[in-house]
């Protein structure tokens, strides 16, 4: 509980014959605060977590007062404040690192004199395994159990780990492989609109609130939970009690009016709302909608909505609670006194929307509901959104402008053992899939009805398409299958392929080889047509060029055409059986006819029962067995996990961290260099130090993997910082890759293993970068490669916020050039020597020199400012980062208790 209330808002909110203590935001207007009441509702969130969270240090009364000075100002101001999630949502490939971090704290606690068991997570934490399975095998009835066997045996080592983790540390869940997509789970089971605790013998109600390590954990924002995607050491942070470093948002309001026209669906709305905010330019901004037009959209609209706020470029996409916030809570099995005070503490708030004042917003736009029409998007980005009905001039054109080819090439190329050619904007891949749709039982069932139609016709799919179905939810299957349409489904080869997210982030699986070569032969612009919330270039599979992305009905109906060079509103998708042609309108059903089954095959008992049991599993699951008891016994020969070496040395008492004395320069590197050039990600080359690392272990470069996938083995990931294809190091002029020169014998070598040659010499390193370094997605091992390789400081014109921050994290020191310095400015080379005195000192946002010595032996100073900006982040870097701070006051709370 906190120790300050400044405001003197807390209080309590009966709610039947319960009774419940909450910090109030009116009260808090009526104590000192002024009138907040025509805040966002997203904001009224955040403002409670102040209020809550007040201690004078991390959340002041400034820090309160400055929601105030935001609503005079329209958001007009920079304020930093320290937010405290209530829970923290996770998916396989993001979660499997912090998980291997939590249990090397583990082993540290043991070695600090403390228990093991002390080392747990702060706050509730879900991991869904969900991003492992492929669509291996498809249009099969076997596919799915066929997928699952593949999956298991490609993540052995992992699910291991996952397992074991489940069973080792409190206030942590893992979601069994094979149940569903992370963001549905949460948006059906785990989330709560309203989040309660035991807390000193009284039951506290605040907003449910979480950060997950997956972008779309922004899906959430539809029940009015506030969530966004972080990275890693942010979501390690708040799983472990500490809060997450922001600036109070500009905040867009998004007026929605109207109903929507028949025919026209919740996907298309959204590549809609992606267009209109791409271009309003929202990166960095919450959008809050409101207006009347929400009382025309279901709750699952809604979260198709804000699933997609990464694709418009807002840190989340808010709906506040009202009457379809409640009903959802009821009709998918919450539990009744939660749902009730609901809709007590939203009234109780302010954001209740019925009742909610029109909020003040930074900036606004419109949309008429009723303008939205059929829409796809591609053929690389989200954000460009095609009229159905332009569809296929809109291919020709990207034929030309993107691929380079003339848009009447249509050159048939036969397929090895088959009867078929294929050419141009022939569909290889139709997939019903990702987290965006497959939440909205509108859309799956308009396809299964697209799909019964089109076989009572007699139509199919084309042969070369590959399609796949692969729902959100084992929900999904329940309705489709008790309104018969998941056997329509079948009939056409979307037959179930896994529960997961598959066809979204590259799991699509293989084209068949004949497909495969054809598609080569002829160099062909292949296209992939998929009801997911990604399509950028390389991304769907490595056959395919072109993407769109487009809602389920119309990804079946695109299986039937076979070709993005068919206008699917005015061009014939077949023919019958008795050759008569069929249109996509005598397809197409109707919305009552979509609500009349939807009415009668969605339960709230299909959702009861599914998640009655939901971390149990199936038979491969139950059948792993668990190594370890408290701690984990590391597997030595694990090329997956391994134990990191965060901790080696680190004793109870702090060590004051020492100056960094004669560094070398390990790279030089000019402006916006993102995370993606730093971080490890994509396939793994057999010639670079990670492939050769995997060889020496007898793993085949066909076994490789991804770097994705082995984020839990930093022997992996420490090769591949700094190893990008494209970045580019100024020590070495005209070369791109992780490339570097080692000093002083001037040899050439990669990073990695200079770095190396330098630990071995004991020589410490720091890395100099011009503006904006880091910035682009926040990538834990950006900073954890970094820290690895053994740089003590890294010294640029600017930081990416979260980037400087991770930096901190992981103990490695961010200086700023000052005084229009630079390293540019400087004629800085990389052979110079650098030193950097007072460390054991710094306070925040000090001045800083910065000793460099020249290879002719002159000496230059360069004066810089220290990005540790608050004393919280001092208290990280002081301890050699966020982890070794949690655990030396954890293993100091066990010895003492």
């Given at each position: ?11 309590t ?5 319960k ?6 935001l009116?009260?808090?207007?009526e ?5 907040v ?23 002041t009364k ?46 540290a ?5 403390a228990?093991?068991e ?23 009835p076997?596919?799915?159990e ?19 983790g489940s ?12 149940t569903?997509?992370?963001?549905q789970?949460n948006l ?20 449910d609130?979480?950060?997950?390590t ?36 500009e ?10 026209a028949e025919g ?27 207006g009347?037009?929400l ?21 989340c996409g ?13 009709n998918?099995?919450?539990d ?7 809709e ?6 302010g ?33 460009d959104?095609?009229?159905l ?14 691929f380079?080819k003339?848009?009447?090439?249509a ?9 078929y ?7 290889f ?14 859309v ?9 139609k ?7 799919r ?11 939810s084992q ?7 008790k ?57 769907i ?5 072109a ?20 206008n699917?509103?005015?061009?014939p ?9 069929v ?7 109707t ?10 095959a969605?339960?709230?008992?299909m ?6 049991d ?30 990191p ?12 961290p020492?100056?960094?004395e ?5 790279a ?10 730093i ?6 080359k057999?010639?670079?130090p ?7 272990h ?12 082995r ?5 992996v990931?420490m ?12 020590m ?15 040899e ?11 630990e071995?010499e004991?020589?410490?390193?720091v ?13 834990d ?23 400087r921050?991770n ?38 946002r ?9 290879e ?13 900006d ?20 954890l ?7």
């Open positions: 509980m906190t120790s300050l209330d400044s405001f003197n808002s807390k209080r909110l009966s709610v039947g014959n009774s419940y203590t909450y910090y109030s009116s009260a808090a207007g104590n000192g605060l002024g009138d009441s025509r805040l966002p509702a997203s904001l009224k969130v955040l403002l409670e977590n102040m209020l809550r969270f007040e201690d004078g240090k991390t959340v400034e820090d309160i007062l400055a929601f105030k000075t935001w609503l005079d100002n329209k958001g007009d101001i920079s304020h930093e404040i320290a937010y405290r999630p209530a829970r923290v949502l996770m998916q396989d490939f993001t979660g499997v690192p912090a998980v291997v971090d939590l249990a090397a704290m583990r082993d606690a043991e070695k600090l004199g228990s093991a002390a080392i747990n997570p702060q706050v509730p934490v879900d991991l869904v395994i969900d991003h492992s399975v492929m669509v291996d095998s498809f249009a099969g076997d596919s799915f066929k997928n699952v066997e593949i999956e298991y045996k490609r993540n052995q080592e992992r699910y291991e780990f996952l397992r074991w069973t080792a540390f409190k206030n942590f869940r893992v979601v069994p492989p094979g569903g997509i992370c963001h789970v059906e089971y785990l989330g709560q609109t309203v989040w309660t605790k035991e807390e000193d013998g009284e039951t506290v109600a605040y907003p609130t979480c950060v997950g997956d972008s779309h954990t922004t899906m959430i924002n539809a029940l009015s939970v506030l969530g966004w995607g972080v990275g890693g050491i942010e979501a390690e942070a708040a799983m472990l009690g500490q809060p997450v470093s922001m600036l109070i948002p905040v867009i309001g998004f007026r929605l009016d109207g109903k929507m026209a669906t919740a996907t298309d709305l959204v590549l809609t709302v992606v267009q209109m905010l791409r271009q309003k330019g929202v990166v960095g901004k919450f959008v809050e909608f409101y009347p037009g009382s025309n959209l279901t709750l699952e609209d809604q979260a198709t909505i804000s699933n997609m706020a990464p694709e418009y470029g807002a840190t808010f709906f506040p609670v009202d009457e379809d916030t409640v009903k959802y809570l009821t998918t099995g919450r009744a006194d939660r749902v009730e005070l609901v007590a503490y939203a009234k109780a708030q954001y209740w929307r019925p009742e909610q004042v029109e909020p003040i917003f930074t900036d606004t736009l419109e949309l008429d509901l009723g303008t939205v029409v059929p829409s796809i998007s591609g053929p690389k980005r989200p954000q959104r095609v009229l009905s332009e569809g296929d001039t809109a291919f020709a054109d990207a034929m030309a402008k993107e380079g003339a848009s009447d090439a050159e048939p190329i036969s397929v090895d053992g088959e009867d050619t294929v050419t141009h904007g022939d569909v891949i139709a997939a019903i899939t990702s987290c965006t749709n497959t939440s909205n039982p509108s799956l069932i308009a396809a299964g009805l697209v799909a019964r089109a076989r009572e016709l007699g139509l199919d084309k042969p070369w398409v590959k399609t796949s179905l692969a729902p959100g929900v999904v299957t329940d309705y489709l299958e309104a018969g349409l998941q056997d329509d489904l079948d009939a056409l080869g979307f037959n179930l392929v896994g529960y997961g997210c598959t066809t979204c982030i590259g799991n699509s699986g293989p084209l068949p080889p004949a497909l495969a070569k054809a598609i080569a032969d002829g160099d062909l612009v292949s296209c992939s047509v998929l009801s997911g919330n990604r399509n950028f270039e390389g991304r599979g490595p056959d395919i060029k993407n769109y992305l487009a809602s389920p009905p119309l990804v079946v109906a695109y299986a039937i055409a076979g070709s993005l060079r068919i699917l509103t005015k061009d998708l077949g023919k019958d059986k008795n050759g008569n042609d249109y996509l309108k005598d397809l197409w059903p919305s009552h006819e979509i609500a009349e089954i939807m009415t009668a969605v339960t709230p008992q959702f009861a029962e599914r998640y009655s939901v971390f149990k599993g199936d038979e491969h699951w139950k059948g792993i067995e668990v190594s370890g008891g408290q701690t984990y016994s590391w597997p030595p020969a694990s090329t997956y996990v391994q134990n070496p965060y901790f080696e040395g680190m004793g109870l008492d702090l060590d004051a020492k100056d960094v004669e560094a070398r320069v390990l030089v590197f000019g402006d916006s260099i993102t995370t993606d050039h971080s490890p990600a994509g396939s793994i057999a010639s670079s990670a492939g050769i690392y995997l060889q020496e007898q793993v085949s470069p066909l076994d490789f993997n991804s770097y994705g996938s984020r839990g083995n930093h022997e990931m090769r591949g910082t700094f190893a990008n294809i494209r970045i580019k190091n100024q070495v002029p005209g070369v791109e890759g992780g490339v570097t020169v080692h000093y002083p014998d001037g050439q070598m990669p990073i990695y293993d200079a770095a190396m040659k330098y071995a004991g020589t410490p390193l890395v100099f970068a011009g503006d904006l370094y880091g910035n682009g997605s926040s990538r091992w950006a900073a954890k490669g970094t820290i690895l390789l053994g740089v003590r400081a890294v010294i640029a014109g600017s930081f990416e916020r979260i980037h921050s930096l901190i994290g992981m103990g490695v020191l961010p200086l700023e050039f000052a005084d229009g310095q630079s390293a540019k400015e400087l004629g800085l080379t990389g052979k110079e020597i650098v030193t950097i005195k007072g460390v054991e000192s710094i306070t925040p000090q001045t800083m020199d910065v000793e460099i010595t020249r002719d032996g002159s000496k230059i100073v360069a004066k810089t400012i220290v990005r540790v608050t004393e919280n982040e001092l208290d990280y870097y002081r301890n050699g980062g966020i982890l070794h701070y949690v655990l030396r006051n293993a100091r709370e066990a010895a003492a208790a």
